[in-house]
């Protein structure tokens, strides 16, 4: 007996992102007003390229539930609970979302990201500053 067949990450990206519903750049900063946290992903290269956004957390992809798992023991004081609402945002939206379902996995229900990521975010005209 064998189960569905390999998807491609196109394909399992589409899959992810019907999970949750995602917030354009107006969306998350207003949603950033309101207290929810921004969570940077890019990698620095593209922080110190293009800057970074005014209040947002920068948390490597390779850390990010390890930081805010509000269970574990090297999370940010700001991952107190599972209730937090948090918006991934990476460089152009797609990394973000994988992250997302990472999240959520581990019980971060209110867990979304950015559609087309920090430069969705720099095309609006949103606050940018150099890194």
Do not use: K
Not at 53 to 69: F, K, S, T
């Amino acid at each position: 007996m064998s189960g569905p067949g390999p998807v491609g990450i196109d394909e399992f990206l589409e899959r992810v992102r019907t999970t949750y519903t995602r917030v354009d750049a107006r969306t998350a900063y207003e949603a950033s007003l309101e207290g929810a946290l921004l969570v940077d992903i890019r990698y620095q290269a593209l922080r110190e390229r293009d800057g970074v956004i005014p209040g947002a957390v920068v948390v490597e992809r390779n850390e990010l539930e390890w930081r805010l798992d509000p269970l574990g023991s090297h999370r940010l004081p700001e991952a107190d609970s599972h209730d937090l609402r948090v918006v991934v945002i990476c460089n152009e939206g797609y990394a973000s979302s994988l992250a997302v379902a990472s999240l959520r996995a581990l019980g971060l229900r209110r867990a979304t990201d950015l559609t087309g990521g920090f430069q969705a975010w720099r095309s609006a005209g949103l606050p940018v500053t150099p890194a």
